[in-house]
């Protein structure tokens, strides 16, 4: 059985939406759940976190950074497995002011499907606030999380947006504002989701981030994707992906999703190489 993709568009310089059909895995999604896709029979499993669920399709935001999300980008019209939904999704029920965020790097998709999966309950206040690179590189209006959020703001890292360069210099000036947050939900790389965490340590704010781990399997089989939450061993995978940030042992976790560095590097220049002709300095 293979997954037809129905749609790839660019979002910008860098990412892109994957739209495939996947009627069971869109059926039973629950925004904060993942998926695990495999482009060949014998290939890698890639763990992508799941925007939109809709009409038995499923759309996903793809970043290329290497050799597997740049070849899909290419070259791809079907996926060989769509595994899932995999992880706990979030309980969609009246939070509050709940602030929804995501960093310049991840956290888009879970924002779009937690604030439109909660606009639908009464008594939620939802803030969504999304970060790019610049004022250039935003995605189309309609792949944002605005149309759902009661508050919607962007923020540049260049400062093309305003002053705010991040979603930390927000959240300080709702507080400064004295808005009460009863609840966030975020995505973004492991050192910003470490920052937050502190913030939110201060201001006793319970929240879920999505901890990306290295994944392997997806499954809870294989270990690759434990991290130390509140002292315990946990997986991603199954536990996860998203915890509370004041419980999360950041720098444990900063470490082990680092740890393949080298080999992806390989993998994509290797990758790159074949695709521009050869190459074959940097194998020496
Ligand atoms: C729960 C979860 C949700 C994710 N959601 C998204 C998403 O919505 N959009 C998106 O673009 N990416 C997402 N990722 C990351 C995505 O899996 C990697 O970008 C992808 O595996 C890159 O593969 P590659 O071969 O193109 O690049 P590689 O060169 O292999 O890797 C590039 C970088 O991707 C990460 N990565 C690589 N392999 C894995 C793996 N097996 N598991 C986890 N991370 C890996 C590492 O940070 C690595 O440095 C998510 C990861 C997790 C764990
Ligand atoms: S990816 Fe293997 S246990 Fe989580």
Request: proline share 3%; glycine share 8%; with cysteine.
């Amino acid at each position: 059985m293979s997954f037809k993709i129905v749609r790839k568009d660019d979002l910008d310089s860098i990412d892109y939406l994957v739209e495939v059909e996947a009627k069971e895995v869109a059926d039973r999604f629950v925004p904060g759940q993942f998926v695990m896709l495999m482009t060949k029979k014998e290939g890698e499993r890639v763990p992508m976190s799941v925007m939109k669920a809709e009409d038995g399709k499923i759309s996903m935001f793809i970043r290329k950074l290497g050799k597997t999300s740049k070849e899909l980008r290419k070259n791809l019209d079907k996926f060989e497995a769509v595994i899932g939904p995999l992880g706990q999704g979030v309980k969609i029920k009246k939070y509050g002011t709940v602030v929804v965020v995501s960093d310049a790097v991840c956290g888009h998709a879970e924002n779009y499907a937690i604030c439109k999966a909660l606009k639908k309950i009464d008594g939620n206040h939802i803030i969504s606030i999304q970060t790019f690179p610049s004022a250039k590189e935003v995605y189309p209006e309609s792949y944002l999380a605005k149309e759902y959020a009661d508050e919607y703001i962007l923020v540049a890292e260049d400062g093309t947006l305003g002053e705010d360069r991040n979603y930390l210099d927000v959240l300080n000036k709702l507080i400064k504002n004295d808005i009460k947050i009863d609840f966030i939900f975020g995505g973004g790389k492991l050192p910003t989701l470490k920052k937050i965490s502190s913030f939110m340590e201060k201001y006793n704010i319970p929240n879920l981030l999505t901890v990306r781990q290295i994944m392997v399997d997806g499954s809870g089989m294989c270990g690759a994707c434990r991290l130390f939450y509140n002292d315990e061993m946990k997986l991603a995978c199954i536990d996860g992906p998203m915890f509370d940030g004041r419980y999360v042992d950041w720098d444990t976790a900063i470490k082990r999703y680092g740890m393949f560095k080298r080999e992806e590097r390989v993998a994509d220049l290797d990758y790159t190489c074949k695709n521009n002709g050869g190459c074959k300095s940097w194998q020496k």
